[in-house]
Antibody, heavy 118, light 107 residues
Framework: QVQLQESGPGLVKPSQTLSLMCIVS??????????WSWIRQHPETGLEWIGY???????YYNPSLKSRVTISIDTSKSQFSLRMTSMTAADTAIYYC??????????WGQGTMVTVSS | EIVLTQSPGTLSLSPGERATLSCRAS???????LAWYQQKRGQAPKLLMF???TRAAGIPDRFSGSGSGTDFTLTIDRLEPEDCAVYYC?????????FGGGTQVEI
């Protein structure tokens, strides 16, 4: 059974860059057909898809965040990462990694809270 | 992008009753590419339904989905206390994929 686990700093200063990692266990990150995704959940505005990556390295980003986001993958370590630049208070949210399967997100990590504050 | 509007915001019902949750899209969701998720307090969302009416693995048949085009419904029959959660719809017809604002079900 595939499991995902996020890790990263809980606190980021304004204007800094957020880096999060998601480790995939119980299955192969290189399995065809799955896209490895990042989604965030704002307390006020709900769930927002950030982007996803295929094991080949192909990426797809939400246009609203595309200029600030990079998702990368390391299949040898069975992990993928999120990098988001120029963080502001509006980026305070719970960040989830998830597996995208035929359009739906069928496996989720437990989520990691990221607060942007000086 | 497709905006999903869920109603009602909160639904308060008793055990054994039926819950009817609505998800309305700002434009047509092609191929019924709509999913439903359940999120309990402090947990990640959990996939309930995909393709509007297909239950995900392990989801009891008390949960059913219907709809097409711009109007979709999630029905929960014979409510149980464990069904207390926020329910979200998500469309994967157009990019960017988007989520509704959620319906809180209180029991």
């Amino acid at each position: 059974q595939v499991q995902l686990q996020e890790s990263g700093p809980g606190l980021v200063k304004p204007s800094q860059t957020l880096s999060l990692m998601c480790i995939v266990s119980g299955g192969s990150i290189s399995s065809g057909g799955y896209y490895w995704s990042w989604i965030r959940q704002h307390p006020e505005t709900g769930l927002e898809w950030i982007g996803y990556i295929y094991y080949s390295g192909s990426t797809y980003y939400n246009p609203s965040l595309k200029s600030r986001v990079t998702i990368s993958i390391d299949t040898s370590k069975s992990q993928f990462s999120l990098r988001m630049t120029s963080m502001t208070a509006a980026d305070t949210a719970i960040y989830y990694c998830a597996r995208r399967n035929l359009g739906t997100f069928d496996v989720w990590g437990q989520g990691t809270m990221v607060t942007v504050s000086s | 992008e497709i905006v999903l509007t869920q109603s009602p915001g909160t639904l308060s019902l008793s055990p054994g009753e039926r819950a009817t949750l609505s998800c309305r899209a700002s434009q047509r969701v092609s191929g019924s590419n709509l999913a439903w998720y359940q999120q309990k307090r402090g947990q990640a969302p959990k996939l309930l339904m995909f393709a509007a009416s297909t239950r995900a693995a392990g989801i009891p048949d008390r949960f059913s989905g219907s709809g097409s085009g711009t109007d979709f419904t999630l029905t929960i029959d014979r409510l149980e206390p464990e069904d207390c959660a926020v329910y979200y719809c998500q469309q994967y017809s157009n990019s960017p994929e988007t989520f509704g604002g959620g319906t809180q079900v209180e029991i």
